[in-house]
Nanobody, 121 residues
Framework: QVQLVESGGGLVQAGGSLRLSCVAS????????MGWHRQAPGKQRELVAS???????NYADSVKGRFTISRDNAKNTVYLQMNSLKPEDTAVYYC???????????????WGQGTQVTVSS
């Protein structure tokens, strides 16, 4: 019914930038919160950034000042602009969203398949 598809990952040198995108599609009534998580090898998945439908944002301390989350509600899309990337940012980045589908009009969490970000030193 609902799909989240990420794009924009890749290999970049330390200090470089990448922009991730995530598009939600399907029988969507509305989307409340959207966000990005990441999981590095051998580590737990962690929240990177989130944004509400009203634009209120939240960031992990490790990315504050370097990453910016934004969304286009008309396009059901969330973005993550990542600047000043560090090798420790290397991880699989997952998009997630709390979506209310047309039926049964109840919120549910959805996840994308993940996109690899690799930062070389």
């Amino acid at each position: 019914q609902v799909q989240l598809v990420e794009s924009g990952g890749g290999l970049v040198q330390a200090g470089g930038s990448l922009r991730l995108s995530c598009v939600a599609s399907g029988t969507i009534f509305s989307i409340t919160a959207m966000g990005w998580h990441r999981q590095a090898p051998g580590k737990q998945r962690e929240l990177v950034a989130s944004i509400t439908s009203g634009g209120r944002t939240n960031y992990a301390d490790s990315v504050k000042g370097r990453f910016t989350i934004s969304r286009d509600n008309a396009k059901n899309t969330v973005y993550l602009q990542m600047n000043s990337l560090k090798p420790e940012d290397t991880a699989v980045y997952y998009c997630n969203a709390e979506i209310i589908v047309v039926l049964p009009l109840l919120p549910k969490d959805y996840w994308g398949q993940g996109t690899q970000v690799t930062v070389s030193s």
